[in-house]
């Protein structure tokens, strides 16, 4: 069969050159896929640096899939900061720069996570068929783009009875994550079993704080939620919120390192005989880490899976001297690819709690995804994930394409 063919022209080393030559008004348009090729779009990158500078929006051809060969269309692909973070250079995982789309230069498709429905598949494919849903098995597949084509051994298949795109889109990081978190660390009590233990963590309000609070609801587990200062309405309606959610106290950065707090924590756990603070969850870093880790049980563990702040964590020696805390690290990518099959099972029983109605969606705001959708519409949504206040995670939500 013949290879993937471009059906667009990079004939610049630059985004902006490479977007004069791609927008016409007949590029609006969904061209027909004639003698089984599949017309595609995707988000690439040949350099790292800021996506607005290095972005572009390449259009392309799939041919038919041949042998265990799966040719997918995208449903939804969230945007995770991670995902920008790789655009910027500034992750640990790199990917793979290649001219596999008919790229003059070497590209990359940036997004880590999505919900794909099977268009066609190859002669020798045996676990799924046409119109199933899968979700991606390993890191590193590139999900920001309308169709791909991927080995079947490559992607899981999901029952997709009762569930919508942008859950099953969304499952495979942040909730993986506290999933792992609240199990493999510490050994929790929860309530049923003696005096229920309590966890601790920051951001409590992003994905995977949302996610350990409601896992933390079903296990037992009491949790304190920490978030940032909002003002006046706001900031009482997000304690509302996420004590529905199962938060037991929710409490600001702010109050965090204050004396008063480490008072309450003992009130609520009477000092360690109504449970303990045996495990802290870490995404902000800096002075705030510190100051959570200060208000855990001795051997407790503080594990830090993300470093918002951008600013280093201090441990003073007592913590570790005379409390003995162990600090640890998790990383879901690198976790996924050395256990898939622990992770199928996990996003196995994660989308059984949604279908039951047992596990509500983060907010996110849906970025639409047409054949004709413009390059800057799609880079603006990207370019905002990681500035501010946002109502929710962003989204592609991929329609006529």
Known sequence: MPPTRAISHYSHHTASSFRKLTHSPLDRRRPISTYGYTQA?????????EPK??????????????STLLTLHTLAAPLNPADINQIQGTYPARPTFTSTLGTPLPTAVPGNEACF?????????????KGDWVIAKYTGLGTWRTHLQVEEDRVLRVEKEGLRAEQVGT???NPVTAWRMLRDFVSLKGEGEGKADWFVQ???NSGVGRAAIQLGKKWGYRCIAIVRDRPGEEGENLRRELEELGATKVVTETQLP???FADEVKEWTQGGADGQVRLGLNCVGGKAATAMARVLAPGAHMVTYGAMSRKAMEIPAGLLIFKNLVFDGFWVSKWSDAHPEEKERTVGELLEMMRRGEFRDTPTVEVPWDWGTEREELVEA????LEGYRKGKGVFMFGDT
């Open 41 to 49: 779009k995707a988000l690439v990158f040949a350099k790292h640096g």
């Open 53 to 66: 500078d290095v972005l572009s929006l390449h259009t392309h051809s799939l041919s038919p899939p041949h």
């Open 258 to 260: 204050t004396r008063e």
């Open 117 to 129: 429905e099977v268009l066609s598949t190859g002669s020798g494919v045996k676990s799924v068929q």
């Open 382 to 385: 990207v370019q905002g994930t």
């Open 171 to 173: 499952v495979g990081v």
């Open 202 to 204: 920051n951001g409590a």
